[in-house]
């Protein structure tokens, strides 16, 4: 299971999987660390009984798009390897069978995180986090 976060709400998924557009132009870290250009899409997976009471929080996100201005529906995603601005869910399904819930988001701008620098990170999580062991 990874973890995710929407603004202050920390999430666990079955799958998060990002397709990037790597703008080497930008490469002056030794990797790609600035991904920008052209939209990022990401697929991410949730199972429904570790997130029971979420789903109406995703659906509320989605039924949201468009809706005013884009800072009222778009949103940032940070997660264990990477964070991103200007999300909004281009599709949501659900799988009754598998008791899944899986969404395609769009993001205007993307950022890997380096395994270096989230290295002490992911160390504090596992040590100190005891309520969320499942969180990798």
Do not use: H
């Not at 998924?13 to 991904?35: E, H, L, P, R, V």
């Amino acid at each position: 299971m990874k973890w995710f976060k929407i603004g202050d709400d920390k999430f666990v998924a079955k799958d998060i999987s990002i397709q990037y557009n790597i703008d080497t132009t930008s490469n002056t870290f030794g990797y790609a660390k600035m991904i920008q250009g052209t939209r990022q899409s990401i697929d991410l997976t949730i199972v429904m009984e570790n997130n029971q009471n979420n789903s109406s929080y995703f659906f509320n996100l989605y039924n949201q798009r468009g809706i005013g201005s884009s800072s009222n529906y778009k949103f940032a995603i940070n997660a264990y390897n990477f964070t991103t601005n200007g999300c909004i869910i281009r599709s949501i399904s659900t799988d009754p069978l598998l008791n899944t819930l899986t969404m395609d988001i769009i993001c205007d701008y993307s950022t890997v995180i380096p395994l270096d620098e989230r290295r002490n990170e992911i160390i504090d999580e596992i040590l100190n986090n005891k309520e969320n062991k499942n969180i990798n």
